[in-house]
């Protein structure tokens, strides 16, 4: 008696939960409503579900608990019943998977117009990429990572040239711009993980990974990483700032390219060339 | 040697007389199975208390000062691996698997007893190495119990250097001694059913494990050889799972392995692991249910196919663990559908354990009392995984609390309160003696409604994003002040929880010697574990003469009959009604 009496409580819980805890989605800041549609009709189906079970369940238990001179009905099955229960299931999967597909579909259609952006994920910090005027991402690879080479750029590859490099600084967006973010590890796994954006991919070395969206609020949001990357995990994290067009234009001018750091390193290395001979005449 | 007959009365049984040959290098497989048992209580209590040193983390960040990120993620690693291969797969499987097959289905012992020692020997073997990782230096694997490369075997994760041999070692050791155990389920349950005990007549626990067996058979090896992968990455410098990386600022000698690719073997077992763990739970919960309802287990065919076919099904899900892993994203299609598929088969099972209490005779024990429990949790955790399992929506949701709530409840919870069950059900014939009711009961309020208060929160939390393997959550901006207070609240629940076990073990402790005398049997069970000429069994099980069936597992309260239960044993009358099987 009392199991049916806590069981219906627990379902009165829950549903409180659902209604009052101030635990719920954080204000979205893209495009990705379709994944909150789909969330929110899959919470629907399955919210209705868990209350007429239990309390299905609740109520069997009080109406047909033990008494003395009861004796359970003898039925081995139903088939008629258990079809028709099949059937039902069948529906209800279906009207969620279908939301969650069209969803997904459109997660996996990147939109031509979508300008390239890139995140480089390394133990414990992010660093950004941009293509530059030409609009084009030189070629990287992780063997070509040196100290004067973070990021791992061809310095043969002409595109590489004018790629805008931020490292382990903040992403600025555009508001209102599609974007391809286009996710690189030089280590570990990584996951870049804004919760205002919904979208999330994971970083995996050895290959390019990929996910696009379009920000749609401005602000500043934490970015987090959301896949086990050792024991700084839980501190890596960087911003993104999402501002209009022309703001985000004046940023992007003020961050040097990869022509101008290998001129640096050039000049850092000259100098250090230079150092050596001296130091030697003066003994 | 020891010749133990198994399907036929002619030879005769050899029992061993020393202490030693019946208790320790034993081939019953009832001893075996309370090995089994045992060894896997005691690492799952080690286990118990990783988890409530992660919720004081968690809980209450900046007070526990011994608790470095280092500790915490080895924590959450071992504590993971533990519950489910060494304590869940091993109880279920080992200890329940080993007691009941044979008895169940009227044979005198598993098929290949030697073998079947040779297993737990091993199974030990494996928790003794996996314990070493505790004294290596660096301590234990750190890398989550997924022990994604490359982290795992690279430094900035704890236990990259020793820990993560020891773990790796002791899951080959793990697979080769449940390998072992796995063939003479499978064989057992095939070729020593006694006289009448026909495949459709077998109890649903019986089915469970079967089907488990054999799906754990086909899944282990996919770990076995990805362990071994590992293991020459990390030892022989081989890169199957290693691309070029430049880890701290070093180039390794690592070049062109795909650390997607031992993500794909370790869920080709870890999702049909789930499954393994599951269907023996299922299938024990539906005996619980019927035995303790009085009532046979509504639509006993169905239950059986739905069983099988979500063994089955279950090999095509894995990627379900991968949507935002980097694979191609066009495998969501199929992995979504094909998972949502096996919410059908599983639905079912559910109505059925409730039209089963529909129109009984529900005695609230405590084993029905936990069975209960298991209906609830586990519909609460079924129903979350449509929301992991619908690709989209997994998106946002992926490696957040929620997936730590969501499979805590389902894979956690739910066979946990069916174990308990279980032990409850089953204890007066494993030992002849009846544990104290009032204690149970209060195990298993403590238990059901301090799980709930744990993990409810913890998938709110999740849908506000709180991403999960976070050593601290720091100063996040999206975090407010109440989520904060929501980890206290859930700590506190977990301490409880972890407290009120104490009264189970103490209950179960003190009834071994002090319980009163247990009627052989008390629930008034059909099976024919409850048929027993003695109560413990001895060794050979039957006595002189194994028993002939002439029923299914569940003729209960049938019209006509004079007691409200049918022995499977029992000759048939012209009284009662048949069930066709």
């Known amino acids: ?283 | 040697m020891a010749t133990v007959t198994i399907a036929d009365d002619l030879i005769p049984l050899h029992h061993p007389h020393t202490f030693i040959g019946k208790y320790v290098w034993s081939q019953d497989h009832k001893v075996i199975a309370i090995q089994y048992s045992l060894t896997a209580i005691a690492i799952g209590l080690v286990a118990l208390v990783l988890s409530v040193l992660m919720r004081l983390q968690l809980g209450f960040p900046d007070t526990f000062h011994f608790i470095t990120p280092n500790n915490y993620l080895q924590f959450v690693t071992m504590h993971g691996m533990i519950m489910v291969v060494y304590l869940l797969t091993a109880l279920l499987l080992g200890g329940f698997g080993n007691y009941l097959i044979p008895l169940m289905v009227g044979a005198r012992d598993m098929v290949f007893p030697f073998v079947n020692m040779l297993s737990y020997w091993v199974y030990l073997l494996a928790v003794i190495v996996l314990v070493t990782g505790f004294f290596v230096p660096g301590g234990p694997a750190g890398a989550g119990w997924t022990l994604y490369p490359p982290q795992a075997i690279l430094e900035g994760t704890p236990g990259h250097h020793w820990g993560i041999i020891t773990m790796l070692t002791s899951l080959v050791l793990f697979i080769i001694g449940f390998t072992m155990g796995g063939l003479n389920y499978v064989v057992t349950v095939l070729q020593a059913r006694t006289r009448g005990m026909t495949l459709m007549r077998m109890p649903c626990s019986v089915w469970g494990i079967f089907v488990a067996s054999i799906m754990a058979l086909l899944a282990f090896p996919a770990l076995f050889v990805a362990s071994i992968m590992m293991l020459l990455d990390r030892i022989a410098g081989t890169s199957f799972f290693m691309p070029s990386i430049v880890s701290m600022g070093q180039q390794l000698g690592y070049h062109g392995g795909s650390p997607i690719l031992f993500q794909h073997l370790f869920w080709f077992f870890g999702h049909p692991e789930v499954y393994i763990v599951a269907l023996p739970a299922f299938g024990i919960v539906s005996d619980l249910i019927s035995v303790h309802a009085r009532k046979n287990i509504f639509g006993y065919r169905m239950m059986v196919w739905a069983i099988v076919i979500i063994g089955a099904l279950s090999f095509f899900v894995w990627a379900h663990h991968m949507y935002v892993s980097g694979m191609n994203p066009y495998f969501g299609f199929f992995f979504a559908t094909s998972t949502l598929i096996i919410a059908v088969p599983t639905a079912i099972k559910v109505y059925n354990w409730l039209l089963t209490l529909y129109r009984g005779d529900i005695h609230l024990r405590v084993p029905m009392l936990f069975a209960i429990g298991f209906l609830f949790t586990f519909i609460h955790g079924g129903l979350t995984g449509l929301f992991l399992g619908n690709v989209s929506v997994d998106v946002p949701l992926s490696d957040t609390m929620f997936v730590v709530g969501h499979f805590h409840m389902v894979m956690g919870v739910s066979p946990i309160l069916v174990i308990f069950g279980a032990i409850y059900h089953w204890y007066p014939k494993i030992t002849g003696r009846m544990w104290n009711e009032t204690l149970g009961k209060i195990h298993f309020w403590v238990t059901f409604l301090g799980v709930y208060a744990i993990y409810l929160p913890m998938h709110y939390l999740g849908f506000l994003g709180v991403p999960r393997r976070y050593y601290a959550l720091g100063d996040t901006a999206f975090i407010p002040q109440s989520a904060h207070s929501a980890n206290e609240a859930i700590t506190i629940a977990a301490l409880i929880v972890f407290v009120g076990q104490g009264v189970f073990f103490c209950n179960m402790i003190w009834s071994l010697f002090k319980g009163p005398k247990a009627d052989p049997n008390p629930w008034g069970a059909a099976s024919l574990e409850w048929q027993t000429p003695d109560t413990p069994p001895a060794h050979g099980n039957w006595g002189p003469k194994l028993p002939t069936v002439y029923r299914w597992a569940y003729d209960y309260s049938v019209p006509g009959a004079a007691r409200d239960f049918i022995p499977q044993n029992e000759p048939p009358d012209r009284t009662a009604r048949h069930h066709p099987t």
């Open chain 1, 1 to 283: 008696m009392a199991i049916a009496i806590a069981i219906a409580l627990l379902v009165l819980v829950s549903i409180a939960f659902q209604l009052f805890a101030p635990w719920w989605q954080t204000p979205r800041a893209s495009n990705w409503g379709s994944i909150d549609d789909a969330l929110m009709i899959t919470m629907w189906i399955c919210g209705i579900v868990f209350i007429a079970l239990n309390l299905f369940m609740a109520w069997v238990i009080i109406r047909y608990r033990h008494k003395p001179g009861n004796t359970a009905h003898y039925e081995p099955e139903n088939a008629r019943l258990e079809k028709q229960l099949t059937v039902w299931t069948g529906t209800g999967i279906v009207a969620m998977l279908a939301p969650g597909l069209l969803a997904w579909h459109e997660f996996v259609t990147v939109p031509k117009e979508a300008t390239v952006v890139e995140a480089i994920g390394q133990q414990w910090q992010w660093s950004y990429r941009f293509p530059g005027p030409d609009g084009v991402l030189g070629t990287a690879s992780t063997s070509n990572v040196t100290p004067d080479n973070p990021f791992g750029l061809n310095p043969r590859d002409p595109y590489a040239r004018d790629d805008i490099l931020v490292e382990s600084g903040d992403l600025h967006l555009p508001v209102n711009r599609p974007v391809k973010l286009i996710l690189r590890s030089k280590d570990v796994l990584h996951d870049f993980y804004v919760p205002q954006f919904r979208a999330k991919m994971d970083l995996v070395p050895g290959i390019v990974t990929y996910f696009w969206m379009k920000p749609t609020n401005t602000g500043t949001f934490e970015v987090l990483c959301a896949e086990l990357c050792g024991m700084g995990h839980y501190m890596m994290r960087s911003n993104v700032v999402v501002a209009d067009q022309k703001s985000f234009d004046s940023w992007l001018a003020g961050q040097s390219n990869y022509s101008q750091l290998l001129a640096r390193a050039d000049a850092a290395n000259t100098r250090l060339a230079l150092a050596q001979p001296v130091s030697i005449g003066d003994k």
